[in-house]
């Protein structure tokens, strides 16, 4: 019997040799039995409710021997628990709660976190969502995280993923991971051999930078990002290099985002690999913080007359009006030479003193000549009003 205009429901009832299967309600505008083949075409806006989800779609077939259905356009299948599947083609096995997905699908979570994938497999009984297929996930900020598998416990609320996996965030920062979690409850995020490759052009000092952190793990949360067992450098990448001219090491790495400001715990500064500077603890502001006292951000130099030698700046903001830098120059052949500049401001003028120290050449010559070096440098500059309210110096 076929029925064109009215909207026909009726419920299909399990019989007792399918007492672990649920009942499913169905309806649509148009619907076919055969009772030959023991299936149900149902046509034009179908609905099929099960206990825990509600599928939609514009075309199913029912298998009354199988419990199978199979659902073609438009599919929107819901969950109790707000997730939602979007795709075109699906099969739904009523007997184990397994509803699969072919082609193009999209998966939106209870906390609209939006995965674009493919062959998506929705566990009812295990409450789990997974696909081995290539994917995007969207999160709440439009980072987009591209991942070759992935696995969503549907009440733990967590995506989970092994294999190659590549996050672009919003600033065009890009990480890659071989694992990650991500707790779309907690809004946070775990993963292991991180490297981070930071693109913000606050964390550079000139153009040819490549700032980027090597970690074993990773944790980013609302609170901020901690590494573990990390690597940092500036230095600019080369293809092959075995290590950057110098690294910042530390066994823990902590971005406090609320107060702006990075942590090291057991801070090493190397050289082409080689230990020659250790604090227990360091910490410097991050690089959105315009002016506050702190180490800043350290360079490596390298010449004929010194050699190869770090520079670890500190600045001290005194007040609003004054500031003090000092600058630790090490060297690996050369005594260290420290100099310092102070900065104060006034309404019409400003102030500046520089002075430096070192013990000298350790390897003397012709033109180094042994013996300790310093100077002092002072500026002072004041505005005048001329007469026809011009600024002069």
Not at 7 to 12: A, G, R, V
Not at 38 to 57: G, P, R, W
Not at 352 to 380: I, M, Q, R, V
Request: glycine share 4%.
């Amino acid at each position: 019997m076929k029925n064109k205009f009215l909207i026909i429901s009726f419920s299909l009832i399990l019989n007792s040799s399918f007492l672990l299967a649920e009942d499913i309600f169905l309806k649509a505008k148009n619907i076919t039995l055969d009772k030959n083949k023991k299936t149900s075409i149902f046509k034009d806006n179908v609905s099929v409710e099960t206990a825990d989800k509600k599928i939609t779609s514009q075309f199913a077939e029912y298998n009354k021997e199988t419990e199978q259905i199979i659902l073609k356009q438009e599919i929107v299948a819901q969950d109790k628990f707000e997730n939602k599947i979007k795709t075109n083609y699906a099969e739904y096995d009523n007997i184990n709660n397994i509803f699969k997905t072919k082609g193009d699908t999209t998966l939106i979570t209870s906390k609209n976190y939006q995965i674009k994938s493919a062959d998506i497999n929705f566990d009812g009984k295990n409450k789990k969502i997974n696909s081995n297929k290539s994917s995007i996930l969207t999160d709440l900020s439009g980072n987009k995280i591209y991942l070759e598998n992935f696995e969503y416990l549907i009440t733990k609320k967590i995506f989970k993923s092994v294999g190659f996996i590549k996050i672009i965030d919003q600033f065009e920062n890009t990480y890659e991971f071989s694992q990650l979690y991500i707790d779309t409850e907690k809004k946070e995020i775990i993963g292991t051999d991180i490297k981070a490759f930071l693109n913000n052009e606050d964390f550079k000092i000139n153009p040819k930078n490549d700032p980027r952190v090597f970690a074993n793990t990773m944790k980013s949360n609302a609170e901020g990002t901690s590494f573990n067992k990390s690597i940092f450098t500036l230095c600019g990448y080369k293809e092959g290099e075995k290590c950057p001219p110098w690294t910042l090491q530390a066994s823990n790495m902590t971005h406090n985002t609320k107060n702006k400001t990075i942590y090291y715990d057991n801070a090493v500064v190397k050289i082409y690999d080689v230990p020659i500077f250790y604090l227990p603890f360091l910490s410097h502001p991050d690089p959105s913080v315009d002016r506050r006292s702190g180490l800043l951000t350290p360079s490596f130099s390298d010449s004929k007359n010194l050699g190869a030698g770090l520079f670890i700046p500190y600045f001290w903001a005194i007040s609003d009006d004054k500031n003090f830098t000092l600058n630790n120059k090490l060297f690996v052949d050369e005594h260290p030479l420290f100099t310092g500049e102070y900065h104060q401001a006034f309404k019409n003028s400003n102030f500046l003193t520089d002075f430096g120290f070192t013990e000298g050449y350790k390897k003397t010559s012709l033109t180094k000549k042994a013996g300790n070096k310093s100077h002092l440098f002072s500026k002072f500059i004041k505005n005048f009003q001329g007469t026809s309210d011009s600024d002069n110096e």
